[in-house]
Nanobody, 121 residues
Framework: QVQLVQSGGGLVQAGGSLRLSCAAT????MGWFRQVPSEEREFVAT????????EYADSVKGRFTISKDNPENTMYLQMNNLKPEDTAIYYC??????????????????WGQGTQVTVSS
């Protein structure tokens, strides 16, 4: 049974930083998505099973960094230079699929509980 447990998040001023963590019960391709009320859950970043390959949404490229600690089966999202438009509930996700378009939320079978990130202006 795949389980994902998130931690981190909170309230920060614009320009500040936060780090999110997601502890998994195994090693998977994983990703981060975010969602604001009444909108679709959108892709933020993804990282390969081994952690060698990453991909980012254009809106966060250069500001966010996704990483993995494979011995600990933990994924991180370091968020720097945060903007008010980054305010959302952030979800980690994992998949056992081998191939796919990793920006699509439908590719991920397992989800964390979500954590709120609020950026004040």
């Amino acid at each position: 049974q795949v389980q994902l447990v998130q931690s981190g998040g909170g309230l920060v001023q614009a320009g500040g930083s936060l780090r999110l963590s997601c502890a998994a019960t195994g090693r998977y391709r994983m990703g981060w998505f975010r969602q604001v009320p009444s909108e679709e859950r959108e892709f933020v970043a993804t990282i390969s099973w081994a952690g060698a390959s990453t991909e980012y949404a254009d809106s966060v490229k250069g500001r966010f960094t996704i990483s993995k600690d494979n011995p600990e089966n933990t994924m991180y999202l370091q968020m720097n230079n945060l903007k008010p438009e980054d305010t959302a509930i952030y979800y980690c996700a994992a998949t056992t699929r081998i191939g796919g378009i990793w920006r699509l939320r439908q590719q991920y079978e397992y989800w964390g509980q979500g954590t709120q990130v609020t950026v004040s202006s």
